[in-house]
């Protein structure tokens, strides 16, 4: 059974930072593409950032450009999301997500998804 366990979410001024982990369990992910998601009150899942394990192929979404970057750890099978220059328009709760599909890019959905972390930005 897959499992991924994110952590470090919390309360942050804007301007500040956080770091999120993502920890899976349950299968080898060496393959995997692995990434983060967000949902903000009252609006639908967003892509945030993806990494593919295999060619380390990264991706973000244009609103986290330059201010977040994702990496990961293939001997932890974490995937880590640091997040700098926080607004509070970032304020969301944060999934993590991991696909089998080697290939894989934003225009694909997900296989497996984490329970979430919320992240809380103040003006």
């Known amino acids: 059974q897959v499992q991924l366990v994110e952590s470090g979410g919390g309360l942050v001024q804007a301007g500040g930072s956080l770091r999120l982990s993502c920890v899976a369990s349950?299968?080898?992910?060496?393959?995997?593409?692995m990434g983060w998601f967000r949902q903000a009150p009252g609006k639908e899942r967003e892509f945030v950032a993806a990494?593919?394990?295999?060619?380390?192929?990264?991706y973000y979404a244009d609103a986290v450009k330059g201010r977040f970057t994702i990496s990961r750890d293939n001997a932890k099978n974490t995937v880590y999301l640091q997040m700098n220059s926080l607004k509070p328009e970032d304020t969301a709760v944060y999934y993590c997500?991991?696909?089998?599909?080697?290939?894989?890019?934003?225009?694909?959905?997900?296989?497996?998804w984490g329970k979430g972390t919320l992240v809380t930005v103040s003006s």
């Open positions: 990494i593919r394990w295999s060619g380390g192929r990264i």
């Open positions: 997500a991991a696909d089998p599909y080697g290939s894989w890019s934003p225009n694909y959905g997900m296989a497996y």
């Open positions: 349950g299968r080898t992910f060496s393959s995997y593409a």
